[in-house]
């Protein structure tokens, strides 16, 4: 096995800009393909749509139903002893 990796970094390093330029190759074609065909999105109730009867799930159905104007919020908890342990 050291054969084969000290081989495989000498060629590396014989072959650094054609490497290099591979790499970016690479990575401009997955930024491109990202642009063309990636889609983000962030809708939780798009993302994550359980079958059957979850609880967690129908319990946020509830809270959604109860809060209408707290739809696509984050809601972050930060616990700590004071103000200066968090």
Not at 13 to 35: P, S
Not at 44 to 63: R, T
């Amino acid at each position: 096995m050291r054969i084969s990796l000290a081989r495989l970094i000498r060629g590396a390093l014989t072959h650094a800009k054609m490497l290099l330029l591979v790499c970016v190759a690479l990575g401009m074609g997955g930024a491109v393909t990202f642009l063309l065909e990636g889609r983000l999105n962030s809708d939780l109730g798009q993302l994550i749509q359980p079958k059957g009867d979850q609880n967690w799930y129908q319990s946020n159905q509830a809270f959604q139903a109860a809060f209408p104007s707290y739809q696509q919020t984050a809601l972050v908890v930060v616990r700590g002893r004071d103000a200066f342990a968090v």
